[in-house]
């Protein structure tokens, strides 16, 4: 099948590295926004953590004392336009009208700024003139090039960076390896002792200088489906617990389960960003009673569309956080560096 849709490929590449090369040269301009912007983006198709990469970011800059807002296209939603998910003080609407991970972002980040629109321009312009926030993260924003960011970085699963490292269709690459010369910091998800690879590590420092740095992430805590009951995985290893995910990589969750030493007796999983209509939600109940299940564990990504009427299942999600391992204090300067240029720069001008 590979070679089958390598051809399409080769023509996915050329298509890319005509656009790319377009802004380059400055043939196609992006616009930029009144504020600095962050972009966390991937090269693969979805998998890499873009989610608590950004949720991570959001919690370093106001940490740091700045008031950050997220800027995402909301991907699987049933929307046009631009669209404010949370005003920093509340949630303003739900997964199907937004996506599920920017309500996921607005309940893991309930006093931060989220807008979904297409048109990243237009969306941040409304972040600026309606919440003044000091910094913009733009979710999944590497082959956004039509917005101008002042910090570009890229994340690659540790374990495979590069899929087949051959382009869509054929593969999972969104754009050639070659494209991470334009990262100003490049972040393993999913390291470990042994991922990512010397030889890896060898082959991206003789493409780029750019900075390098290891994450993983550290599951916390499970969280009750309606309410704000917390529990950890101790609590789940003598229950009968049935799995549930619609995520990219439904085998890491299954995991990561495990390995915090929960037994699954089953996992039904969905493709990624499922919605979870009434035809799904009696696939759950079914498989739930003829397993004779106690429990279902399933993602914070799925947590936020499962409505109600399931909590009689006991249902608990697993949460996360993304953990910098190496180089961290070399993310904080190139955090804190984009934000004093993007603003030393406006103030001049505005002096000029």
């Known amino acids: 099948m590979t070679r089958l849709l390598l051809p399409f490929s080769w023509m996915f590449r050329a298509a890319i590295g005509l656009r790319n090369t377009a802004f380059d040269r400055a043939w196609l301009t992006e616009q930029e926004l009144?504020?600095?912007?962050?972009?966390?983006?991937?090269?693969?198709?979805?998998?890499?953590?873009?989610?608590?990469?950004?949720?991570?970011?959001?919690?370093?800059?106001?940490?740091?004392?700045?008031?950050?807002?997220?800027?995402?296209?909301?991907?699987?939603?049933?929307?046009?336009?631009?669209?404010?998910?949370?005003?920093?003080?509340?949630?303003?609407?739900?997964?199907?009208s937004a996506g599920d991970e920017p309500v996921l972002m607005a309940k893991r980040l309930p006093h931060t700024p989220i807008v979904v629109d297409k048109i990243r321009f237009r969306g941040g312009s409304l972040l600026v003139n309606q919440f003044q926030p000091d910094v913009i993260l733009l979710d999944d924003g590497f082959q956004y090039r039509w917005l101008?960011?002042?910090?570009?970085?890229?994340?690659?699963?540790?374990?495979?960076?590069?899929?087949?490292?051959?382009?869509?269709?054929?593969?999972?690459?969104?754009?050639?390896?070659?494209?991470?010369k334009r990262a100003d910091?490049?972040?393993?998800?999913?390291?470990?002792?042994?991922f990512p690879t010397i030889e890896t590590i060898e082959r991206l420092e003789s493409l780029t200088a750019t900075p390098m740095m290891k994450a993983a992430y550290q599951p916390l805590y499970w969280v009750a489906l309606e309410g704000k009951d917390i529990r950890q995985s101790e609590a789940f290893k003598s229950c009968k617990p049935m799995l549930l995910s619609g995520i990219a990589r439904p085998d890491d969750f299954e995991k990561t389960a495990r390995s915090l030493g929960i037994g699954p007796i089953a996992h039904l999983s969905f493709p990624d960003h499922q919605i979870y209509g009434t035809r799904e939600l009696e696939r759950i109940a079914s498989l739930y009673r003829t397993l004779r299940a106690d429990t279902i564990l399933t993602t914070e990504k799925d947590w936020v569309k499962l409505p109600a009427i399931l909590q009689p299942l006991n249902v608990w999600a697993l949460r996360i956080s993304l953990m910098i391992m190496e180089e961290e204090d070399k993310l904080d300067r190139l955090i804190s560096d984009c934000v004093a240029r993007k603003i030393g720069r406006k103030n001049r001008e505005n002096s000029a």
């Open 34 to 96: 009144q504020c600095p912007v962050i972009s966390v983006g991937n090269l693969t198709v979805g998998g890499t953590g873009k989610t608590p990469m950004v949720i991570y970011l959001a919690e370093k800059l106001q940490s740091m004392g700045k008031k950050p807002a997220i800027l995402s296209r909301g991907y699987g939603r049933k929307t046009r336009g631009t669209l404010i998910v949370s005003d920093g003080r509340k949630l303003q609407t739900d997964p199907t």
């Open 185 to 194: 910091a490049i972040v393993f998800t999913r390291s470990s002792d042994q």
């Open 148 to 180: 101008h960011r002042d910090l570009d970085i890229v994340l690659l699963d540790a374990a495979r960076p590069h899929s087949n490292g051959q382009l869509l269709p054929a593969g999972w690459l969104r754009e050639p390896v070659s494209s991470l």
